[in-house]
C-alpha cells in the first residue's frame, strides 16, 4: 500500500512537471496572440500619418485657418468615420456643413452661447433654464456624437452635447427684444453671442441642410475653442498642420 501511494505521488509530481513545460513552450504563443494597447501617449508618439494628406474641399467659402486645419485633419485621419461632419467656428460665429468626403455642403453665420468659455458646467443639462447664470451660458468645444432628437418642448433639433442640454436648432424669434433675426444678418460677430449655449441658425438651413444631413442618423460635430488653443482641444489636427505647413485663408 505505501508503495502504490508514492507511486500515485510520483506520478501527480510528473504531471506537474509536464504541465509546466508545455506551459513555458506555449506561453510566448499565446503572448504572440494577446491584444495589449500601449498606452495613449505612445500611440499619438507612433501612429504614422497617411503618405498622401487630403484636403477639405471648401470651394469658395472663406473660412478661418482653424476651421481648414480641422476640416483637413478629418478627412485625412478619417476621423468621421463616413460620416456627416459639422465645424462650427465659434470665434467667426459661422457653421461648416460637410459630406462625408469632405466637401463642403453648406455654410452659415449661427448664434452662439452668450458667454465665452470652452467647457459646460457640471449638471447645467439638468436645470430649468431661468437657473443658468449668464456666465454658465457657454458652447462647449470639442468633438461630439450628434444626433437628430426632440428637446423639452417637441421641437426637432440636433442634438451635440445630450447632457448638458446644448443642440443645434433653427433661430428662435421668441422674444422680440432680442433682435435674433438681425443679429444673424449683420456683417458683425460681436452680436451673435446671445444663446444659453444652443447653436441658432437660420430656418431655410437647418430645413435644407443640417437636417438632411443627420437625417435618423448620427454625425460629428466639431466645435472650435475660443479660449483654450487648438492644440489643448484637437491636438491631432494640430500635429498635422505643423507637418503640413499652414493652409489657412482670410477668416470669415
Known sequence: MARQHSDILDGIKQGVLWGAAIGVLLLPLFRAHQVVPPPAAAL???????????????????????????????????????????????????????EPSGKLRSATPVLIGAARGDDSVDGIGGRPIAQVQP??????????????????????????DYDAAVSM???????????????????????????????NMPVA??????????????????????????????PAAHELALRQGATGSPAS
Open 44 to 98: 499619438q508618439a507612433t501612429a504614422p500619418w497617411p503618405v498622401t494628406p487630403r484636403v477639405a474641399d471648401f470651394g469658395d467659402e472663406p473660412a478661418s485657418t482653424e476651421a481648414r486645419e480641422v476640416a483637413n485633419w478629418v478627412v485625412t485621419s478619417g476621423d468621421n468615420r463616413k460620416l456627416f461632419f459639422v465645424i462650427l467656428d465659434k470665434i467667426n460665429t459661422k457653421v461648416f456643413v460637410f
Open 205 to 234: 438651413f437647418f430645413e435644407n441642410v443640417l437636417k438632411p444631413a443627420f437625417n435618423a442618423s448620427y454625425g460629428v460635430v466639431y466645435v472650435l475653442p475660443e479660449v483654450k488653443s487648438l492644440a489643448e482641444v484637437f
Open 135 to 160: 456666465q454658465e451660458r457657454t458652447t462647449p468645444a470639442g468633438r461630439f456624437m450628434g444626433e437628430p432628437g426632440r428637446n423639452a418642448t417637441g421641437e426637432d433639433v440636433v442634438w451635440v
Open 169 to 199: 436648432h433653427r433661430v428662435r424669434t421668441l422674444e422680440p427684444k432680442e433682435r435674433r433675426l438681425e443679429r444673424l444678418a449683420s456683417p458683425t460677430t460681436e452680436d451673435n453671442r446671445i444663446s444659453y449655449g444652443c447653436i
